[in-house]
């Protein structure tokens, strides 16, 4: 190959041209995980037999003229959607070598277009996570810097188009394990609304949050890629049924005439001074292609970190309790009678984070305590998202910073708080159900990439898309790769 990255679009052209084949496809970016996989951790399984299978059959679409745009495209999964041919196992030791008798929707969905996987990404255990420290299989590196965390939960879908590993992965995002990971390691990564694409076959953390996603080098391939992916499951009872969508429809419209509300006032304080600098700079740019900028509020916001942490743990403990060493998942080698057995299997199974939002999530749906925690963040939940809708009405997109610093170093958030209070960017919009986006906007002096979120009303991803592609047709920060890369 004559460079080392490629954005789908490029690798699409070069397979319709007949100037690579799936397979040889293929082959190239196995080759690169089997050179670059045993520093960086971000693949969990890789089959290569299983990919050129799937490879063969792609050349075999494009020699009969039955391909489509996306047939022959490489991609990789994080391991919190389950697969036939690869083990899903949310990085938890409860799945270790778990085989889904299902694919999920959205990988069913980028198969049948065509799309060819390399395997399955690492991430934090059960998506819980914002620096994949949590990982029952290790933690994943950040391509940029090896002391820098790649962000999570999605750090292996981060580090792995980083890395050029994979042109694009899906990913998942439940409070930002989309956004903060693809701000750390210098990628595009859109979360849509939520329910648009399925949850079918993706293991549950917080089933009104979780939202499957993509991470690539711009946005142009996301929205190629969307398309596929999303669409209505009858077997997902919140699975959106909507027309189909044509999500690069925008790319070209550029932002003339847009407004662009920006809430100064809620993110102002604690942000590192070079990621406000160049968050400014990306609102300057707007404003110079004629995009009105406007100063918003959104006052309840703020609450936004423990509404989450009460409404994400309340759902995960009860998604979680289906792992009682009954049904699959891990079990205990030895016990004195069922309790017993229960017990031994998911104090052997799950990790510290994930016990610790069991435990969490158990307390604040317990008798005498449920009012008190659980219904008053469902209904700051519903202030929250009333706000936002209100927003929407005066603005066609919403800037914000991703996160209050660039990637930081392995163990700097160990203690669980620190670590949930660097989510307060990121959870309103999923509380809220929006699509939003990250995408990169500059490089820190430390060496390490800045990300600024985008976020637009529900099912106006086209738009958002649109907006993000109108900043990186004039700017080149994310065709910036790491160094020696
Ligand atoms: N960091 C958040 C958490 O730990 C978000 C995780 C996610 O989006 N999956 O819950």
């Not at 494009?62 to 996306?70: K, M, N, S, W, Y």
């Not at 740019?285 to 009460?310: F, S």
């Not at 995960?316 to 060493?325: E, I, T, Y």
């Not at 500059?442 to 900043?471: D, Y």
Request: aromatic share 8%.
């Amino acid at each position: 190959m004559e460079k080392y990255f490629y954005t789908v679009a490029e690798l699409s052209r070069a397979l319709a041209e007949k100037k690579v084949s799936a397979v040889e496809l293929a082959r190239e970016y196995l080759g690169r995980i089997e050179a670059k996989n045993s520093a960086l951790n971000c693949f969990l399984d890789v089959r290569p037999e299983e990919t050129l299978k799937q490879a063969e059959l792609a050349d075999k679409r494009i020699a009969e003229g039955t391909a489509g745009r996306l047939t022959g495209i490489p991609i990789a999964h994080k391991d919190i959607f389950v697969t036939r041919e690869w083990a899903s196992t949310a990085a938890s030791r409860m799945l270790e070598g778990y085989m889904s008798p299902f694919d999920a929707a959205v990988v069913a969905k980028l198969k049948a277009a065509g799309m060819v996987t390399l395997g399955k990404l690492n991430c934090d255990e059960f998506a819980m996570g914002s620096a994949n420290e949590n990982s029952a299989y290790g933690k994943v590196l950040n391509p940029w810097d090896a002391n820098a965390v790649p962000g999570g939960s999605s750090g292996g879908s981060s580090s792995c188009v980083a890395a050029g590993l994979a042109p694009i992965a899906t990913a998942t995002d439940t409070g930002g394990s989309i956004r903060e990971p693809a701000s750390f390691t210098g990628v595009t990564g859109v979360k849509p609304t939520y329910g648009r694409p399925s949850r079918l076959g993706m293991i549950a953390f917080a089933s009104s949050l979780d939202t499957a996603g993509l991470m690539a080098h711009t946005v142009e391939d996301i929205a190629w890629v969307l398309g596929d992916m999303v669409g209505f499951e009858p077997w997902d009872s919140t699975s959106e049924n909507l027309p189909a969508e044509d999500f690069t429809r925008d790319l070209d419209k550029g932002v003339k005439d847009m407004k662009i509300g920006v809430p100064r006032k809620w993110f102002q304080q604690g942000l590192d001074p070079e990621v406000a600098a160049s968050i400014e700079a990306v609102i300057d740019e707007y404003r110079r292609q004629g995009a009105q900028i406007v100063e918003i509020e959104l006052p309840t916001v703020e609450l936004g970190v423990p509404v989450y942490y009460v409404v994400a743990c309340a759902e995960a403990s009860s998604n979680l309790s289906r792992f009682d060493g009954v049904r699959y998942g891990h079990r205990a080698a030895e016990y004195d009678d069922i309790q017993d057995m229960i017990k031994k299997s998911r104090n052997e199974g799950f990790g510290a984070e994930p016990k610790r939002r069991i435990l969490i999530g158990t307390y604040v749906l317990s008798h005498g305590y449920y009012d008190a925690y659980y219904l008053k963040a469902q209904k700051v939940r519903r202030l929250i998202t009333e706000e936002f809708d209100r927003a929407f009405q005066n603005v066609d997109a919403i800037i914000s910073p991703v996160t209050a610093g660039t990637a930081y170093d392995f163990g700097a958030k160990s203690d669980p708080v620190s670590a949930y209070l660097g989510d307060l960017y990121t959870v309103p919009m999923s509380l809220a159900g929006l699509p939003c986006m990250s995408m990169p906007c500059g490089v820190h002096s430390n060496g390490r990439p800045i990300g600024v979120q985008l976020t637009c009303a529900r099912f106006e991803e086209a738009k958002m898309l649109g907006i993000a592609a109108a900043w990186q047709r004039a700017t080149d920060w994310h065709l910036r790769h790491p160094n020696g890369l």
